[in-house]
């Protein structure tokens, strides 16, 4: 059975940090590019990083030089650091596969909230 659990979010002030973690499990994650998206109320679903099985990274320019990706092969999980934090960072971010989505294992999210 695959599994997506996100978990890190929190409320931060402007210009905090959080780091967010997905584990994932049911699947052979080495092998597998992972991505950070998020989901704004009212707003589709974007992808906002993504990491490839072989490390390469690559973000949108709304996050670009702010966010971090990364990945622990060894306790199949993804991280993103997220820095510099805006009120319009705020959003339900998720976890997923960007190259071969993971179509019904969506995970709940965790949520950010960033204040002004």
């Known amino acids: 059975q695959v599994h997506l659990v996100e978990s890190g979010g929190g409320l931060v002030q402007a210009g905090g940090s959080l780091r967010l973690s997905c584990a994932a499990s049911?699947?052979?994650?080495?092998?597998?590019?992972m991505g950070w998206y998020r989901q704004a109320p009212g707003k589709q679903r974007e992808l906002v990083a993504a990491?490839?099985?072989?490390?390469?990274?690559n973000y949108a320019d709304s996050v670009k030089g702010r966010f971090t990706i990364s990945r622990d092969n060894a306790k199949n999980t993804v991280y993103l650091q997220m820095n510099s934090l805006k009120p319009e960072d705020t959003a339900v971010y998720y976890c997923?596969?960007?190259?071969?989505?993971?179509?019904?294992?969506w995970g709940q999210g965790t949520q950010v909230t960033v204040s002004s």
């Open positions: 997923n596969d960007p190259l071969n989505e993971l179509k019904d294992y």
């Open positions: 049911g699947i052979i994650f080495r092998i597998r590019a």
């Open positions: 990491i490839t099985s072989g490390g390469s990274t």
